[in-house]
């Protein structure tokens, strides 16, 4: 014990949010001590971020969830008492068999959020308790590029900075703070040092933005229309890749019409990009070999969704640059368990797939196993086309993060049963019926990384047990166990064994490496084609023909903008930017955290000099942000790195510190002021508006400071 005791250095990966950054924990008699930079790690070499530095302060935060607890109170009310996991799994157990037996199986939705790595085991439960509704965060955010590419090019893209891009497009991704996906800012950073070129498509005056050779400040929302003002460019100038566009492409001619009519006049009026600039910008791309995107969640998260993401992989193949070194490439996972076999997807009976919530309208979403979270809310509130009558979420904060927050407030305080697996008593945990109290990270065994597309699985081992919390994987295996499915392990170590059997090996055997990763072949589709109903690269979609959706890319006008909504314009004139992600908080998370808060007090909503003078408002100042759906509290940050027509205000604010069961979750966060209204949705995705919309911004008058 004391300055004696020996210190451990266990190597794992951090997942602290999407990054699966190498991390050497230092542990003390069993405490961890320091997480630092694995500088030996592919994906970060070194680097960790702020939420990663601090996150033993979360595993040891005394506000922790440490063992199950079960609603003592009405509900919302903040009154908890503790129970046994048996109890607590016996109820969920028993709840969801009621369930089935007087409703069906789809009567049961499960929710998650975005990526984390309990989900495959979530989607598992899923599909062999025999409900098709699950709702996630991947409508609006990732999955709807999955599926995009899925039916375009039959796998979803990369950058491929390990081959070196000499020219990277940073599409509305501000990678250096958040790390998305299969992505580290580091790649970007180390590819830049070597001199790559720079295109920086963003409304904002970012860092990336500052050192670009080209940026593109566009109006927010009209990502499709700028990106078919420079396939015109690149499809006018001949600077296409007439090799890989005469042997790959489908419907090359369709594409080239569609394209036509998206002149740069057009363009620039619709984007507020000057047409000369679009031209240098699709030139520059079009011209330096190797190029990649780096793409980013504002283009998804909307009405243009689906079609902004095709047209930016459209890009990509038509220059050439998929599934080359350097470009964007299509990676395959090490041998194992694909997620599809592993969550039993294919295994769940036709007849409960065809009563996905939303299925008939959103068959892009259907088909990659999602349902907007709307369609469960609207089933627990009308019981149509069926009800729902239990909830299960885990890994999300759907009162702060999902569109119209109010709305999914109210369902999840009607719904019959729920159930919450968190780390914390979050704004939603409070609504539940049960919360179970959920292990970090650095508490559980994993096949890190098994549900992304970079080809790496990073094996993570169970470091330290808090309190008598449990994992995801844990839970959903003793929960399935309990309602008689006998799929799952006998642990869910089992279950860990069955992902990596395939390759001829148990867990054990690779739980201590640092990584697997598979093979890595570039243009596969000189061999294969690619996996489309046409095996070629599909520009002219014939999955979206058959299932009725214009098969070309288009781009519609944002719903409530100047243009679409010039009335509501004027008593609303900004363009409303509603969804910062600051570099030290993840979505919801981490209010709570002492290095972190301390980094970021306060919500932060940036205003133009010229705004803040006509409306009184000195840097600093708590203002209102209203919309036309209500209003909430930022500070103000007066700078001139937003347009005076924008005003961009942070997502995800709660205050943990506020100690009615409520904590604030109406104050300060974005989705009071966020529609979700389907008119608004993506027709095949039904991807939901939460960034631009219209407002206008006021002081906090000082007697309401609080
Ligand atoms: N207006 C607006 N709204 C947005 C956005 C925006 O830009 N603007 N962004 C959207 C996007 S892209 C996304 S992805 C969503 C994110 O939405 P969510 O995923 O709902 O966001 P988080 O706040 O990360 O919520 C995750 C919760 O899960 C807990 N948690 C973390 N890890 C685990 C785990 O391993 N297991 C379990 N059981 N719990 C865990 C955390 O404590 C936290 O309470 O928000 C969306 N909402
Ligand atoms: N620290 C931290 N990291 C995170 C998260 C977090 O909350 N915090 N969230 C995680 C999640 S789930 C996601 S999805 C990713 C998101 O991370 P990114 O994909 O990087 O997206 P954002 O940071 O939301 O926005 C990136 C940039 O897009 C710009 N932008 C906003 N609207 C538009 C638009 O209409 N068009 C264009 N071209 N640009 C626009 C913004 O000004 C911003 O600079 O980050 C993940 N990582
Ligand atoms: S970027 Fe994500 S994975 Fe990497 S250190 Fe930060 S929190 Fe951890
Ligand atoms: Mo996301």
Redesign the pocket.
């Not at 885990?394 to 759907?398: E, F, I, K, M, R």
């Not at 697996?421 to 914390?424: I, K, M, P, V």
């Not at 993840?586 to 998370?589: D, V």
């Given at each position: 014990m004391g300055i004696d005791s020996e210190e451990r250095v266990v190597r794992s990966n951090c997942?602290g949010c999407h990054g699966g950054c190498g991390v050497l924990v230092h542990v003390r008699d069993g405490v961890i001590t320091k997480l630092e930079g694995d500088p030996d790690f592919p994906t970060n070499r070194g680097s960790m971020c702020s939420k990663g530095l601090a996150f033993k302060q979360l595993v040891y935060h005394p506000d922790r969830l440490k063992h199950p607890v079960k609603r003592a109170g009405k509900r919302g009310e903040g009154k908890w008492e503790r129970i046994t996991w048996d109890e607590a799994l016996d109820t969920i157990a028993s709840k969801l068999q009621q369930v089935i037996r007087d409703h069906g199986a789809e009567s049961i939705a499960l929710g998650?959020?975005?990526s984390?790595?309990?989900e495959s085991f979530l989607a598992r439960f899923a599909n062999l308790t025999g409900t098709p509704n699950i709702f996630a965060?991947g409508h609006?955010?990732?999955l709807s590029r999955v599926g995009a590419s899925l039916i375009t090019c039959g796998n979803l893209p990369l950058a491929d900075y390990d081959g070196n891009p000499k020219c990277v497009m940073v599409w509305a991704s501000n990678i250096m703070w958040t790390n998305p996906d299969e992505y580290t800012g580091e790649n970007l950073a180390r590819v830049l040092a070597q001199g790559a070129k720079l295109i920086v498509v963003d409304p904002r005056l970012t860092y990336q933005a500052s050192r670009a050779d080209i940026w593109l400040k566009l109006r927010p929302g009209t990502d499709a229309a700028l990106a078919l003002g420079m396939a015109n460019v690149i499809i006018s100038e001949k600077l296409y890749d007439k090799e890989f566009v005469h042997k790959h492409v489908h419907g090359w001619d369709e594409f080239v019409e569609r394209v036509r009519q998206y002149s740069l006049e057009k363009v620039e009026e619709i984007t507020w990009v000057p047409a000369e600039q679009i031209r240098e910008a699709a030139r520059l791309f079009a011209q330096t070999k190797p190029a990649t995107i780096q793409w980013g969640?504002?283009i998804e998260?909307g009405i243009n969704c689906i079609d902004a993401d095709r047209l930016l992989i459209d890009l990509v193949a038509i220059t050439g640059n998929l599934d080359v070194p350097g470009g964007a490439a299509l990676f395959r996972p090490p041998k194992g368990q694909t997620i599809s076999q592993f969550t039993h997807h294919r295994d769940l009976a036709p007849e409960q797939k065809a009563k996905y919530l939303g299925g008939e309208k959103y068959k892009l979403a259907a088909m990659i196993g999602l349902v907007p979270e709307k369609m469960v809310w609207d089933a627990i509130f009308t019981g149509k086309p069926y009800p729902v009558k239990a909830i299960m979420i885990?890994?999300?904060?759907?009162v702060?993060?999902?569109?119209n927050a109010r709305e999914a407030y109210r369902a999840l305080s009607q719904v019959d049963f729920l159930e919450v697996?968190?780390?914390?008593l979050?704004p939603?945990?409070e609504l539940a019926d049960i919360v179970l109290p959920?292990s970090?990270?650095l508490e559980a065994d994993y096949t890190g990384g098994f549900f992304f597309r970079h080809g790496y699985l990073f094996p993570r081992r169970k470091i330290v047990q808090i309190g008598e919390c449990k994992s995801?994987f844990e839970i959903f295996n003793e929960l399935g166990r309990r309602m008689g499915q006998e799929q799952w392990g006998a642990t869910y170590l089992e279950d860990l064994d069955s992902i990596v059997e395939p390759s001829g090996r148990k867990w054990a055997d690779v739980r201590d490496l640092p990584y697997l990763r598979g093979e890595v072949e570039y243009r596969k589709y000189e061999r294969n084609g690619f996996s489309t109903p046409t095996r070629k690269f599909e520009l002219y979609c014939t999955t979206f023909e058959k299932w009725g959706y214009d098969p070309l890319p288009q781009y519609r006008e944002v719903p409530e903008s100047p243009v679409s909504k010039p009335e509501v314009a004027k008593e609303y004139p900004y363009i409303l930017m509603?969804?910062q992600?600051t570099p030290v908080f993840?979505?919801?998370?981490h209010r709570m955290i002492p290095w972190l808060r301390e980094l970021h007090p306060d919500p932060i909503a940036e205003i133009h000099p010229q705004v803040a003078k006509e409306h009184g408002i000195e840097d600093g100042d708590w203002i209102y942000i209203e919309s036309p759906r209500g209003r909430i509290k930022h500070r103000a940050w007066v700078t001139p790195t937003i347009d005076p027509r924008l005003v961009a205000i942070q997502?995800?604010w709660w205050f943990p510190e506020q100690k009615d069961p409520g904590h604030g979750w109406d104050q300060s966060s974005?989705?009071i002021?966020?529609d979700n209204d389907p008119e608004t949705y993506d027709v095949s995705m039904g991807a939901s508006n939460?960034?631009v919309m219209l407002c206008k911004v006021y002081p906090v008058a000082e007697e309401e400071v609080s």
């Open positions: 997942r998650q959020g975005t984390r790595e309990g965060a609006f955010c990732y969640v504002p998260q885990h890994g999300s904060n759907p702060v993060t999902r569109a697996g968190d780390f914390f979050t939603t945990a959920v970090t990270w995801d509603a969804g992600r993840f979505h919801s998370e997502h995800g974005s989705n002021l966020t939460l960034r």
